[in-house]
């Protein structure tokens, strides 16, 4: 024989006799289970993050890619890369990726201004600035 359907019963929740992220339940605090300190940190040594010597990654006609990479000294773990992009007698630009410096070697390299031409050109505008205001 079947069983007869029953209507269930309505549900009724229950009291809130404690709350479910209280710190008591967690047992935070030093030293125990759980929670924000769980003992380890203080066996961790401090991270100390140092800079691995520049290494030559990519060469063209009057540019060097060069990488610069950044380890973890506690646990050897790799924490990111700079790329410097150095064209011949300028200084270098700073990369996050490979792939941009790549594309920036294609394009030509940035112009200088001429040693001569940056001395003469304040004296220029402190003269011609002088001349304007009408002094005799």
Do not use: C
Not at 33 to 42: F, K, M, N, Q, S
Not at 85 to 97: A, T, W
């Amino acid at each position: 024989m079947a069983k007869t359907p029953v209507t269930p019963k309505a549900k009724v929740g229950a009291p809130a006799l404690f709350d479910m992220n209280s710190r008591e339940r967690k047992g935070g605090g030093k030293g125990g289970h759980g929670g924000p300190a769980r003992g380890r940190d203080e066996k961790r040594p401090p991270s100390h993050i140092i800079s691995l010597p520049p290494t030559s990654v990519d060469r063209g006609e009057g540019w060097v890619i060069q990488k610069l990479g950044k380890v973890d000294q506690a646990s050897r773990a790799a924490m990111g890369a700079e790329y410097h992009l150095i064209f011949e007698g300028h200084d270098p630009l700073v990369f996050g990726y490979l792939s941009a410096a790549r594309d920036r070697a294609k394009e030509p390299p940035p112009e200088t201004a001429k040693v001569s031409e940056v001395a003469t050109d304040p004296v220029e505008e402190t003269t011609a600035s002088g001349a304007s205001t009408g002094e005799a």
